[in-house]
């Protein structure tokens, strides 16, 4: 049974799409129920509408401070029977995460963290750090959304090289690439070890 999930995107929606693919083949046993932006011009918003998502617009600025911004996030989530909550592009601080969703918030971030992370590391300032600091290797890191920007416990982690002559586009279509495997890898784990323990827990 596919389990009801809510994503949360801030810009053009790539990672989503790569979702509603795999949740349209019955590759992923997921239910995208509503997709929350924090930005009304993203193009995320018109893919879920192409898909027939439900989606809502929250933006920060129209919020007083972070925790009634989480909370209205939270209610969404709520609203859409949402068991877990995908970050696909989301670009707002959450905090605090609340009780009844902890561990159950994931993100996919461009580098492997905990390099390369942190407030203002996103897209392609990700990778201009990365080619500026001169390193071998790059990749991503799926990891649990806590009430820290790119923290939280790592799930799982893909390399990728920095190859000479690289540029922020070259590197950062090779990083996505790998994205589209991680995520969805990450996302399966999750589900087993939910579904092993309700298991263990007995009627």
Known sequence: ????????????????????????????????????????????????????????????????????????????????????????????????????YRGKVLNIHPALLPAFGGKGFYGDKVHAAVLSAGVPVTGCTVHLVDDEYDHGEVLLQRQVPVLPGDTVESLGHRVFDAELEAYPTAIRAWLSAREQARRGAGP
């Open 1 to 100: 049974m596919a389990t009801p999930v809510a994503v949360l995107l801030s810009g053009s929606g790539r990672t989503l799409q790569n979702l509603l693919d795999l949740q349209a083949s019955g590759e992923l046993p997921i239910a995208i129920r509503h997709v929350v932006s924090s930005r009304d011009d993203a193009y995320g918003l018109v893919r879920a509408e192409k898909a027939g998502v439900a989606r809502t617009v929250l933006r920060r600025k129209d919020a007083p401070d972070t925790a009634t911004y989480t909370g209205r996030v939270f209610d969404a989530c709520r609203a859409a029977g949402a068991e877990l909550v995908l970050c696909a592009g989301w670009l707002v601080l959450l905090r605090p995460v609340p009780d009844d």
